[in-house]
Nanobody, 124 residues
Framework: QVQLVESGGGLVQAGGSLRLSCAAS????????MGWFRQVPGKEREFVAA????????YYADSVKGRFTISRDNAKNSVYLQMNSLKPEDTAVYYC?????????????????WGQGTQVTVSS
C-alpha cells in the first residue's frame, strides 16, 4: 500500500510564497514519476508540475512556469513544490500523486496513488 501525505498549505497574500511537501511511504519510489495537481470546486483536477523520482526531469503547466519549482529528496522519500509569486487564481486544493512508471504524464488519470490534499488560499 502506498501512502502520500501532503503538508504546507495555508493562507498567503498575493505575491507571497508557500512550500508544499509530499511524504511518500509504502514502497521504493526510485522508478516512479511524481506529480502535483490542484482542484477548485466545480472544476476538473488540473496538472501543475511533475518530476521523475530518479533523473530529475521536470515538467510544468504553462500557468505556473517560472513561479513554481518541483523538487525531490530521495533520502527522505519526499517531493516538494515551491510556489513563489502566488496569485489569487492559484487558490485550490493541491494534491500529490505518484505514477508507477518513469514517464511523466500530465493527466490525472495517469497517476496511481493520491494524497488527501492540502488547501492553498491566496488573498488579493
Amino acid at each position: 500500500q502506498v501512502q502520500l501525505v501532503e503538508s504546507g498549505g495555508g493562507l498567503v497574500q498575493a505575491g507571497g510564497s508557500l512550500r508544499l511537501s509530499c511524504a511518500a511511504s509504502g514502497r521504493t519510489f526510485s522508478s516512479y514519476a511524481m506529480g502535483w495537481f490542484r482542484q477548485v470546486p466545480g472544476k476538473e483536477r488540473e496538472f501543475v508540475a511533475a518530476i521523475r523520482w530518479s533523473g530529475g526531469s521536470t515538467y510544468y503547466a504553462d500557468s505556473v512556469k517560472g513561479r513554481f519549482t518541483i523538487s525531490r529528496d530521495n533520502a527522505k522519500n519526499s517531493v516538494y513544490l515551491q510556489m513563489n509569486s502566488l496569485k489569487p487564481e492559484d487558490t485550490a486544493v493541491y494534491y500529490c500523486a505518484a505514477r508507477n512508471t518513469r514517464v511523466i504524464v500530465t493527466t490525472a488519470t495517469g497517476y496511481d496513488y493520491w494524497g488527501q490534499g492540502t488547501q492553498v488560499t491566496v488573498s488579493s
